[in-house]
């Protein structure tokens, strides 16, 4: 059987001029996801289409494909020879891995019209084919299946039935570059996926100590990061930063209750130098507002104030409840859930100030010394970079 799969765009449709930078990177996305995998093929782009020809089980296309962002949907078609016998072997083929289904619908078209004349005589000839070779019934508007058969003006048949759903948005990497502040949590690495799927290629810091890089979480969150990594159009980065040098300070403070906005004040001024040794051009968080304590207007307005740079926050109007569904969508709700914090009890005041102010944040940075030159010493002995997707996934 000669089978091939079918691929339709998603947005990318939508943008005009720029839509041939768009598709060609769509285009080299799916060919290095299926690289990667060790999967051989020979891809085409149609007008609005992309075809690919598999050499290995055309199956184990589908999770790969289901990765890649920018795919409204794809579909495994059978090419079939341009005869009425080979349509009705195709078609019995198709009713042989049926189970279920009770209702269908015929989509055709005939483009060349050697074969049936006219659009509506194929419809007839596939709709009579299954009525009569099955108990399935026709429901144009709630059906089961919808048979798509398609000649073209190459004279070749399509048949096609299931549509597998892709991830719609635009093709990572189409938009830049940007940095996730990866916690452990629920929360970050859902927010890392959705910025991908805005055409965002995606690397990631965490911060950890000397109590909280323990093998434990560091396996967790290099999970995480693998998850969402997957989704990035080309594998990029993880920094684990031991930032125990920069907390050891922040802890000699007698003003316990700013120590998290201090904290994540350096968090950003830590990304920043990553920023401009490796040139990401935001940062992301999974902030949420009002979640927590550190996640009020002021508090965000008082953190942010580090950087001059865009940090996105795209679960900021989300519920939990909301997140933790895109985290099990995502696959990611698992990993997040396995023991091992990211922030040390120890650390974590009893009150957090909830209405932090610009000035008690100046006065109480004041006292703190030597603290660019502690975070250049961080980035250069305490960080280490790990290139993802190369040994486990
Ligand atoms: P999450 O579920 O992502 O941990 P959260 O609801 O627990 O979020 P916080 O712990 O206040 O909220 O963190 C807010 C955001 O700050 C996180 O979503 C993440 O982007 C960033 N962040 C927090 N802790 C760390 C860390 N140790 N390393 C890197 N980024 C962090
Ligand atoms: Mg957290």
Redesign the pocket.
Known sequence: MNKEIIIRYSEITLKGKNRMGFTNLLFSNIKRALKHKGLEASVKKGYDKIYIKPENNIDSYIEPLQKVVGISWFSIIEKVEMTKEALSESLNSFIKELNNEKTFRVSAKAVNKELFESSNLLTNFVANHILENTNLKVNLNNYDVDVTVHITAEKEILVYSKKHQGIIGLPAGSNGKGL????????????AYKTITRGINVS?????NNV?GNPEVISKIRKLAEKINSYNGKPQYLYL?N?TRIQKKITELENTSYR?TLL?RY?FRFAELLAEKFGYDMF?????LG?????TIQSMEVISEVTNKIIVRP?ISSSKNE?INEAIQINTLDS?NLPGS??CAMFVPKKPIIFPTQEEVDSLESELKDMEETLQLVLEEDMRAIKLGENNE
Request: zero cysteines; glycine letters at 8%.
């Open positions: 996730s502040l990866l916690s452990g949590g629920i929360d970050s690495p859902v927010a990631f810091v965490t911060f950890l909280t930063v930032f998290i994540r968090y992301i968080t999974g902030d949420s979640q927590v304590a550190s996640q679960l997140i997040s990211d922030m």
